[in-house]
């Protein structure tokens, strides 16, 4: 297994050192902040693009793919869903022409084998699939 190294708080000159790194996978949270790390993101050799689409989130991700819908490269983004809720996948694809996939359990065990393993101080991951509102309150 390959370590994992974090970087928090990354400037565009950071970023731009570590993608040009020889790591497998970088994965970049750009949040809220995407649109000033657009240039870092579109930089990436694979982009995917991971959210929620429960109807209360739903506007965000579909304000995101408009936001990019005339990038060139975006019909080979990876588009995933934490809740892959079936109306908002329908109309992502109806609207955008993208294809949005829900996490795979393969992928979810690998992730968890990695970070219990790699991430000094972690010995548990936790995956919560309660939908909302009745998982509103969050605990820790």
Known sequence: LNLITLYTESD???????????????IVDYGCDFVKNKKSF???????VIGSLAWWKLQNYVA????????????????????P???GI???????????EEIPYELLHKITDRITHEVEGI????????P?????IEWE
């Open 12 to 26: 565009e000159a950071e970023l731009s050192e570590v993608i040009s790194m020889e790591y497998d996978y970088v």
């Open 42 to 48: 579109l930089m990436c050799p694979h982009k995917i």
């Open 64 to 83: 995101f793919v408009a936001n990019n819908s005339a990038e060139k490269s975006l019909k080979h983004w990876l588009f995933m869903a934490t809740s």
């Open 85 to 87: 809720v079936k109306e």
């Open 90 to 100: 329908r109309y992502l694809n109806r609207e955008f022409k993208i294809e949005v």
């Open 123 to 130: 010995n548990r991951v936790l995956y919560d699939l309660t």
């Open 132 to 136: 909302k509102p009745i998982g509103t």
